[in-house]
């Protein structure tokens, strides 16, 4: 098969990373995959083994989804806009895939929803028109009226055939966070989590011992990495490892390393080996984006989890909620957070028992790859 993945990530980088993970299910099997990425380049991303096409790329003003920048930073115009379609458009034809799989839309991403809408249609256009399928996470954000949800149910009744739900239902069920209608239902297809295999423990046992804190690999981490040197102050008994990501990394770092001086804390640019450093940790903080979440999952790590909250998101207040249910986790709201409340929550997971995570269904890339070949074959 050729499976073309559209995605574009606004803010971090969790979106284009669980569309890389499942190019790469398609390609272990021998699908040709072209993934199509609208965002901010990623270079800390993978994407070997894909063809990897890159969009004139966008990005959010902030938590602002509506208001959609260009690299430079300005506002993306009509101009800008039709010229991206036309790239989509191109990388559309070009490669007239037997799967098109569309990220987040029509559950989100409605402030792009006339390129979506031009893709679908332009797919439905050609001499074989491809399986068209959407792939979402566990949580969305919910609809803020009951229009949005009837639009997204319209559209994916109108032109797809399924969606890829990359949850597992014993944990989250998409009710949680989206209102799903009978017709919406019947389409859902549950994939479970869409993970890489676990880490391995990390060779050098980096991380052993230490409280890991981490904010993806966007920007969005500073009033929670300057609780966390506060809280390492007055828990000396623990190294502290801050590990920052985002584009002004260095920045950053820098300035966090100055304001580290006599505390017990090593500050860094993001590891790509964070995960096999998260299976030696006596702790994780963190917030709870979907691929933070799957590696906390996997590693058994006692985790506080601060869900990032700017704006109107809740996506991960949601999660976070679900995941507080198991052994092992605490939440702090940003509004709550402190060095006192993150200190009492750490000693609290830190206590708890081990949880265990071995009937949960960590196979989702593999188990969407067997799904979309069922449909295709089908058809």
């Known amino acids: 098969m050729k499976v073309m993945i559209v995605v574009t990530h606004l803010l971090g980088t969790g979106h284009l990373s669980r569309a890389l993970t499942l190019g790469r299910a398609f390609a272990a099997t021998g699908h040709q995959v072209r993934l199509v990425s609208g965002g901010m380049p990623a270079p800390q991303l993978d994407p070997a083994g894909l063809e990897l096409v890159q969009l004139p790329p966008l990005r959010s003003d902030g938590v602002d989804f509506a ?45 792009l929803k006339t390129e979506f809408r031009a893709l679908l249609a332009a797919a439905r256009a050609l001499p074989r028109p491809p399986l068209v399928l959407s792939s ?28 890829l739900v ?36 990390h060779p050098e046992r980096a991380g052993a011992g230490e409280i890991l804190v981490s904010a993806g690999g966007g920007a969005v981490g500073g009033p929670l990495f300057r609780v966390a040197l506060e809280a390492a ?12 990501g ?26 790509p080996d964070f995960r096999a450093m998260l299976t030696h940790a006596a702790a994780s903080v963190s917030m709870c984006g979907y691929n933070t979440a799957l590696d ?16 109107k998101e809740v996506e991960q207040g949601l999660r976070a909620r679900a995941l507080t249910a198991l052994p092992g986790f605490a939440t702090v709201t940003s509004a ?5 409340t993150l200190m009492r929550a750490l000693q609290q ?20 790859v067997r799904m979309v070949e069922m449909m295709e074959a089908a058809r």
């Open 67 to 111: 208001r959609l920048l260009t690299e430079t930073g300005a506002e993306a115009d009509a101009g800008f806009h039709t010229t991206r379609q036309a790239a989509l458009l191109e990388a559309l034809t070009a490669f007239a895939p037997d799967v098109l799989i569309t990220e987040l839309y029509p559950f989100g991403r409605r402030s």
């Open 136 to 163: 979402i996470r566990d949580i969305l954000a919910p609809p803020s009226k009951p229009a949005k949800a009837e639009e997204a149910d319209q559209v994916i009744a109108e032109a797809y055939d399924a969606v």
């Open 166 to 201: 990359h949850s597992d239902p014993k944990v989250t069920r998409l009710e949680a966070s989206w209102p799903v209608s009978a017709a919406l239902a019947d389409k859902l297809r549950y994939t479970g989590y869409v993970a890489p295999p676990p880490a391995e423990p």
């Open 233 to 244: 102050r007055r828990m000396p008994s623990h190294r502290w490892r801050l590990l920052v």
């Open 246 to 271: 985002g584009t002004q990394a260095g920045a950053e770092v820098a300035a966090l390393q100055e304001q580290a001086s006599n505390a017990p804390v090593t500050v860094e640019p993001a590891r």
């Open 296 to 311: 906390l999952l996997q590693a058994r790590t006692p985790a506080v989890l601060i869900p990032f909250d700017a704006g």
């Open 336 to 340: 709550e957070l402190t060095p006192e």
């Open 349 to 368: 997971v830190m206590r708890d028992p081990r949880r265990d995570t071995t009937t949960l269904r960590f196979d989702g890339a593999a188990e969407t």
